[in-house]
Every structure is written in C-alpha cells, then in structure tokens.
C-alpha cells in the first residue's frame, strides 16, 4: 500500500540557546506543502535564504550537524531532525534567527511531543521510499565505526556503542515500527565524558552547555580543581564530587540512555537522505561523520535506482506464491518444455516468474556446443507460459482452459542468456480480458539487465472434454 506525505498539522515556537554558540534565538517549525521536503529558513539575514535538509549540504560534522546552502548555515539539526523523520513528516518549514538548532534540554523530546500529541496531515503526494535491495556498507577504518544496512520488509535501526568506559561499557539499543519514538528515545539526553569537556570549552564550543541539557560522565573521581573549571563552565555551583559516574545527574533515564541519544542522533542524520528508508539499518559506534556520509550513500542510491525500472528482486529463500507442482496444475508444459520454475509475484495485473537456466537444458547441445546460448525463441516461450500462469489463475476452474498465443510484436533481445544466469520474467496486463482475447507486456530480467521484451495478445480457450 502506497504511503503519502505528511506535514505538520500546526505552528511549533521554540526558543532557547544554541549548544555550541550559546545564543539564543527563536524557531518555528511551519507547516509546508507537498513535495517541499524539510528546509531551514535563516528570517535573521537579508534575503532570508533557505537550507535544504539534504546530505548533499553537509558542511561539518564535528559535535553536531551542519548543514550550508545559499551562503548560510545552520548547525546542529540532528534533534530536530530526528523527530520530524521518526514522526513521519516530510514537509516542513524550520525558520530560525540564528545559525544553530537550540539545544533545549538536550534531548529530542521538546520538538517530538507537540508535534506527535497533535498528530500530521497526510498530503496528496507520494512519500519518497527507498528500498533497500543490496547491503549498502561503510566503514571508517581510522575510528572503527561501522554501519551496514540490509534489505528487509521494514524500517529498523540498531545501534551499539562502545567507548571504552567503566561507566557506560557497552551499550545497546533498538528502534523498529512498534518503537514508540516519544516515549522511549525522545526522552534521551546528549551526554559527554569530563576528559572532553575542557577541549570543547578551549575551542570555544557548548557556550551553551549546562548542567541541565547534557548528561556529564566522569571515568575518575573530580579534583577540587575539575570542579571548579566545570562549575565555571556550566556556570553553576551545583556539580558534585564523584568517585566515578555520572556528575550532575542521579540516575540516567533509561540504562542504556546514551546508546538511545546516539540512536536518535542516527535517525536526524539518516533524514537527510530525503527518502524513507526500507531496511534494516545496523550502526556499531555511530557518529555524525558517518551518519550522513551513508545518508549521502543512500540518497545516491535512490538517485540511480529512480532511473532504473522496477525490477522484482527474487530471493531463493522465500517461499514462492506459486511453486512448480502449482505450476503444473496450471499449465499442461512439462520438461524439457516447461520453462518456469516459481511465481514469486502474482496479482490481478502483473505476474513475476522465475526461470534458472542450468549448463544441462536440452537445446544447449545444439545451441551452440562451443557458445551456449539460449534461444531467443525459448525466451519468449518462457514469456507466454508466464503470462499463461496470470490469465489461467484469475479463472474459476482454470484447469479447463488453456491460453494461445494470437500475436507478438515488438521483440527485442537485448542481451545473451547463458548457462548460470536466472530469469526474472515479468508479464503486465496492458488491456484486460475481453472477449477471450488478452493483450500483456512482457519483460525478462538477467539481474538488473534487461534481456528481452515484447508485447503479446493471446487467447483463453476451454479444452476439449
């Protein structure tokens, strides 16, 4: 079933400061029509320009997500990211008067929770889906970070983090479609360790940190001096003294609270692939860095599947819709002359069967000893007994009937069938039954490549009693 857009059902407001610059500014997540996709608008400069979420605008990924377009920036967006891509919005308007996402408590929480109380409104148009059909992989070798995503029915993400910590160890965590976003990872803070904060702070970065929007985690007990510099740094009085933990909270929220921030972080930046994603998503130390370079990899992906035709992909582990003693029930063929082996599709429109061609077919002895090569006229066979199988079981009593092929027009070959190859053969009803008389579109696949089509009319006849 298809999916369409949605957008946002009302005007959000948010004001707060930045993590990294600490100003403060105001933003608005606006509803935006059809096909608009996510974009920042900075109000605070002339001209007002425009950033498109997109992976293609990333500019920095150190701390935080920046995105640049237009002479202008915007940093920090994963959070709100995260929950509008989580939620299922694809068009919204983010206006803002100032260069960076406000930080707010350090969750993604204050973006997701009105937006999910009010509900979306669906649009007309549909969503832009990517299906994940071959394992896309990237891995940086210099930080050991490591996703993967696998082909699967649905949208999952798991994701493991690992920094060498006597506080945290290793940590898991898990977001499919029965995850319910606000409740169980909205909620959860950005955190960093104590040994990074000075740097942070020496590189004029978290301006706008405070003991309240970011989880502090010490690996050893705080000198009198580390808590002097953190008090100055939040600009608080109220750090304690640790032994070793966590230093301006009592207990985190969840147990694995940071693995599902780091997971939230991973769904703001896979946003910006501009697509709806449709498989399973496997991140191992995940960071920024490497979020948006595979949601670069993703967007190119769906780029150059969008030129290709919508080719079934067959997988010989799943159990088939119709499978060869179905076959036989249907059609009267039987080997050597029976030339598909399972339906692995089949509507009232549109049938997919699949032919494996092995080195022992028959007409290989023949066709051609020293070159075998299947015969283009037994590709078309392999077409029609498909197209059989599509005119046959949409019949009551289908058995009593067998199709005649009346007509073929437009064939062409396109490329050689040869021993090892696997035939994806696609059928299309292009004029529906009339009269006994059927009119189909036929396509056969080697892989990607398309070896033969052609456009057929045949005829249902009862058999003789």
């Known amino acids: 079933m298809q999916a369409n857009q949605q957008t946002i059902k009302n005007i959000y407001t948010f004001t707060g400061k930045g993590l990294h610059t600490g100003s403060y500014v105001t933003m608005r997540l606006v509803p935006a029509p059809e096909n608009h996709g996510i974009k920042f608008r900075r109000t605070d400069i002339e001209g007002q320009p425009t950033i498109e979420a997109s992976a293609d605008n990333v500019k920095f990924t150190d701390r935080g997500t920046v995105l640049e ?149 010490a690996e050893k007990s705080l000198t009198k001096e580390e808590i002097a510099n953190l008090s100055k740094i939040f600009d608080s009085e109220q750090i304690k003294s640790v032994e070793r933990g966590y230093v301006n909270i009592d207990e985190p ?13 991973l769904l703001g930046d896979l946003a910006l692939s501009g697509v709806k994603i449709v498989g399973k998503v496997s991140a191992v130390k995940p960071g920024h860095k490497i979020n948006t370079k595979i949601a670069a990899m993703i967007k190119s992906a769906e780029k150059e599947n969008s030129k290709l035709p919508d080719i079934p992909r067959y997988n010989p582990d799943d159990v088939p819709v119709i499978d060869i003693a179905g076959i036989k029930n249907l059609l009267p063929h039987r080997p050597p002359f029976l030339m598909v082996d399972r339906i692995i599709e089949l509507g009232h429109d549109r049938v997919v069967g699949i032919k494996a061609i092995g080195i022992n077919e028959g007409f290989f002895i023949g066709h051609f000893p020293d070159e075998p090569v299947m015969p283009g006229v037994l590709i078309i066979e392999a077409m029609a007994q498909v197209g059989g199988i599509l005119v046959l079981s949409d019949l009551d009593e289908p058995e009593k009937y067998s199709t005649y092929f009346a007509k073929i027009d437009n064939a062409k070959f396109k ?13 299309t009803l292009t004029a529906p039954l009339r009269r006994s008389i059927v009119a189909m579109r036929g396509e056969v696949y080697v892989g990607n490549a398309l070896a033969c089509e052609a456009d057929m009319v045949a005829q249902v006849i009862k058999n003789k009693e």
Do not use: W
């Open 415 to 427: 490329r050689k069938v040869v021993p090892g190859d696997v035939l994806t053969i696609v059928l």
């Open 253 to 265: 929220r969840f147990s694995n609270e940071c693995a599902r921030h780091k997971l939230a972080d």
């Open 69 to 217: 377009a237009s002479g202008a920036k915007i940093s920090t967006v994963e959070h709100v990211m995260s929950a509008l891509y989580a939620l299922g919005a694809d068009n919204v308007l983010i206006e803002i008067d100032g260069e960076e996402v406000p930080i707010l408590d350090g969750s993604t929480a204050p973006f997701a929770e009105p937006v999910a109380s009010d509900g979306l409104v669906e649009q007309s148009a549909a969503k832009r889906v990517f299906v994940v059909k071959e394992k896309i992989h990237y891995k940086d070798e210099i930080t050991g970070s490591e996703i993967t995503i696998f082909p699967d029915d649905t949208f999952s993400a798991d994701v493991m983090i690992d920094f060498n910590s006597k506080v945290l160890g290793t940590q898991f965590a898990r977001f499919t479609k029965d995850t319910d976003y606000t409740k169980e990872i909205a909620p959860c803070r950005t955190f960093v360790f104590m040994h990074d904060l000075e740097m942070l702070f020496k590189n004029n970065l978290i301006k706008g940190g405070d003991i309240d929007n970011a989880i502090v985690i």
